[in-house]
């Protein structure tokens, strides 16, 4: 879980898997509020963790490109699976509001 810590890093996951390659100032237009600093730190820790793998081609100005690893990829169901949980999580409080209705 450590890997996932921070506010923005399933967020980008989330991105890179929806886009499968994506530059930097494309994924700091899509995830709006992150800070270039945030994003930059985020993206190096993941590609620390082995999730986001960053290419660089010698260009100028350099393009580089971030996309996920097998590794990365590999973690997508889970958070997939994640993401229903909190959609069921937040009918929940409706869900027992109906039925505590019901009981009374």
Known sequence: MRVLEGRWK???IFHLFSEPVLRFSELERRI???SQ???SQ???ELENDGLV???VYPEVPPKV???LTEVGQALC???DAILRWTELRRDLPHAVAAANAEQS
């Open 10 to 12: 399933m967020i980008i």
């Open 32 to 34: 709006h509020g992150v």
């Open 37 to 39: 600093k945030m994003l």
């Open 42 to 44: 985020h993206l190096r």
């Open 53 to 55: 793998q960053r290419t």
């Open 65 to 67: 490109e971030y996309r």
């Open 77 to 79: 169901p889970a958070l």
